[in-house]
C-alpha cells in the first residue's frame, strides 16, 4: 500500500516562506511525475507544479518566481519552497505522483493534504 504524507505546513505572515515536503512510501518499484496542486474553500483544485523524474518542471503562471519544485530521487520525496508568501497562497496543499508499485501497473496517488494559511 503506497501512501503520500506531507509536511510543512502552517501558519506564516505574509512575504515569508513555507517549505512542503511530500514523501512516497511503500513497496515501490518506481516513482514518476511528481507534483503540488493546492484548493481553497469554495474553489477547484488547481495546479501548482509537477516534475519529471529527469527534473523538468512546470508550474502554474501566476507561481512562477515564488514557488519552486524540486525532488530527491533517492528518497522519494517532492519539495515545494514557497517564498514571498500572500494571503491568496492560503489553501490546503496536495502532494500528487504517478506510482508503479511491485507487481502493479503504474497509479495516480493523492497526499492527504496540508493546511498553508498565510495571514497577519
Known amino acids: 500500500q503506497v501512501q503520500l504524507v506531507e509536511s510543512g505546513g502552517g501558519l506564516v505572515q505574509p512575504g515569508g516562506s513555507l517549505r512542503l515536503s511530500c514523501a512516497a512510501s511503500?513497496?515501490?518499484?518506481?516513482?514518476?511525475?511528481m507534483g503540488w496542486y493546492r484548493q481553497a474553500p469554495g474553489k477547484q483544485r488547481e495546479l501548482v507544479a509537477t516534475?519529471?523524474?529527469?527534473?523538468?518542471?512546470n508550474y502554474a503562471d501566476s507561481l512562477k518566481g515564488r514557488f519552486t519544485i524540486s525532488r530527491d530521487n533517492a528518497k522519494n520525496t517532492v519539495y515545494l519552497q514557497m517564498n514571498s508568501l500572500k494571503p491568496e497562497d492560503t489553501a490546503v496543499y496536495y502532494c500528487?505522483?504517478?506510482?508503479?508499485?511491485?507487481?502493479?501497473?503504474?497509479?495516480?496517488?493523492w497526499g492527504q493534504g496540508t493546511q498553508v494559511t498565510v495571514s497577519s
Open positions: 516534475i519529471t523524474t529527469a527534473g523538468s518542471t
Open positions: 500528487n505522483a504517478d506510482i508503479i508499485e511491485v507487481s502493479n501497473p503504474r497509479r495516480n496517488y
Open positions: 511503500g513497496i515501490i518499484r518506481s516513482v514518476y511525475t
